[in-house]
């Protein structure tokens, strides 16, 4: 069965701290996705790569960097949390077409 | 760039009734559309898909049809069921070019279904 892990599944982090958000998938799928979640703005796409070693400028990259070390792994780093991005982080997998996609469960994220 | 407009914010429903969650896009090329589900505290999942080969997609009573014309992919169900409720993505995946994969959501529809 298809399976996006991601960890941890809850962060409180303080404002200025480093936060790093981990996913992990056992599709061997090429593409991987990095979202937020916020009431009113639906699910937003921050970064996404198309294999190990590549990384892609979503919709909304500011303030966020991402890592893809290898086929599964995919790594969102945000270097100074600051409050507005307090959210729900998921990440995915998908196979080229994005026509075969897999959510993780979640990362709920709160910057205080 | 790509788009999903969901004119609907919250939709509710009584049991029985039928549903209709609008979806119209905004895209450079012909993409693919999908309809996606999230049960309160899981993950999104995938519902429909519009490229099934001329056949009407259909899963769990929701069916959606595509219209290049109106560039509408509007998800449908004759009668709600309780356990309907949810909210409901539409996305689209961009087929031009190098296939990116990327896909591109609405703000979501959530639904809600009474007795």
């Known amino acids: 069965e298809a399976a996006v892990t991601q960890s941890p599944r809850n962060k409180v982090a303080v404002t200025g701290g480093k936060v790093t958000l981990s996913c992990n998938q056992t599709?061997?799928?090429?593409?991987m996705y990095w979202y937020r979640q916020d009431t009113g703005h639906g699910l937003r796409l921050i970064h996404y790569s198309y294999g190990a070693g590549s990384t892609e400028k979503g919709d909304i990259p500011d303030g966020y960097k991402a890592s893809r070390p290898s086929q599964e792994n995919f790594s969102l780093i945000l270097e100074l949390a600051t409050p507005s991005q307090t959210s729900v982080y998921f990440c995915a997998s998908g196979d080229a077409g994005g026509t075969e996609v897999f959510f993780g469960k979640g990362t709920r994220l709160t910057v205080v | 760039g790509d788009s999903v407009t969901q004119t609907e914010g919250l939709v509710t429903l009584t049991e029985g009734l039928p549903v209709m969650l609008n979806c119209t896009y905004q895209s450079t090329y012909s993409p693919f559309l999908f309809w996606y589900v999230q049960h309160l505290n899981e993950a999104p999942k995938l519902l429909l898909k519009s490229f099934t080969d001329n056949k009407r997609p259909e899963h769990q009573g929701f069916h959606a049809t595509l219209h290049k014309s109106s560039s509408s992919f509007h998800l449908q169900k004759s009668s709600a069921q309780l356990s309907d409720s949810a909210l409901y993505y539409c996305a689209l995946s961009d087929r031009g070019g190098a296939n990116t994969g990327k896909l591109t959501f609405g703000h979501g529809t959530i639904l809600r279904v009474h007795p």
């Open positions: 599709n061997n799928h090429n593409n």
